[in-house]
């Protein structure tokens, strides 16, 4: 028995503000906040590209001592402002589960502006069967305490392009999508996005929101994750461990493999 202190996980809510009217909120580990909100709004289809957002910044709230737990971003004028009011665009987010308070599943398949059935890249399954440690090795704050997901954008030689921590999964992917939205990087052809834990139906729309051919798993995929993918024409990875991996939909595209 080891009796002294532990290094947790940090857990705080951030605000995401659009002109300053409050638009979601969302339990997350602090960090990449920037990131965070910009991913959140390209994969719930309010901007599409960089120059959809003209500022985004992190802003003091109203608690004390202020943890500047607010990030207000102001669109381009050509960009709607989302409505307020919908259920759809306004909710408050667990670290657990981004889906959950949307008014519907279909308020949620949100389409794409990027063909990711058309993407002719391949993957070596060598390649894909080394992604998980690779994602592993990085995790510095997850080394430290034990308690956060990873989302790795990786090249399909399997070359890390970004990698982002957090407490909720969804927030690690959008933290790495925001990224690739500021670096002008959309659409993420040509990669797959490695992901901690399962392969939810929200991680799949991101995935296709931001153009990417593939989203790869260390576990299960839900059955809606299956049938969106499908739908997308994103290929699908579940069970990615050691030497063996299911894929789920869209097998054309790990070589070896049958088409079906």
């Known amino acids: 028995m080891r009796i002294g202190p532990d290094t947790l996980a940090a857990e705080e809510p951030l605000e995401i503000r659009v002109a300053g009217a409050p638009l979601a909120v969302t339990m997350r580990t602090p960090g990449d906040d920037l990131d965070l909100a910009i991913g959140f709004l390209l994969t719930e289809g309010v901007i599409r ?8 910044k992190l802003c003091a709230g109203d608690e004390e001592p202020n943890s500047y737990n607010v990030v207000d971003i102001r ?7 989302p409505e307020a009011g919908n259920a759809a665009r306004n909710f408050y987010t667990t670290s657990s589960c981004g889906v959950c308070g949307k008014a519907s ?3 949620v398949r949100t389409r794409s502006s990027f063909d990711v059935a058309a993407d002719d890249v391949t993957f070596d399954p060598r390649v894909l069967t080394a ?3 690779a994602l592993r090795r990085r995790q510095r704050a997850f080394d430290a305490t034990g308690g956060l997901h990873a989302a790795g954008l990786f090249t399909a030689d399997g070359d890390l392009v970004c990698l982002r921590e957090d407490i909720g999964r969804h927030n690690a992917v959008d933290k790495v999508i925001g990224w690739a939205v500021r670096q002008e990087r959309l659409p993420l052809a040509g990669h797959v ?3 901690s834990g399962r392969a939810s139906f929200e991680l799949c729309q991101k995935a296709w929101m931001a153009g990417l051919p593939a989203l790869a798993a260390v576990s299960a995929p839900s059955t809606l994750a299956v049938d969106l993918a499908a739908e997308a024409g994103l290929t699908l990875v579940g069970f990615l461990r050691g030497p063996t991996f299911n894929v789920y939909s869209c097998a054309h595209r790990v070589r070896g493999l049958p088409a079906r």
Do not use: C, F, Q
Not at 75 to 81: D, E, F, G, K, R
């Open 131 to 133: 992604l998980p440690d």
């Open 105 to 107: 599943i279909d308020a």
């Open 75 to 81: 669109l381009a004028p050509h960009v709607p402002a």
């Open 193 to 195: 996005l490695m992901v």
């Open 49 to 56: 590209r960089a120059e959809d957002v003209v500022t985004a």
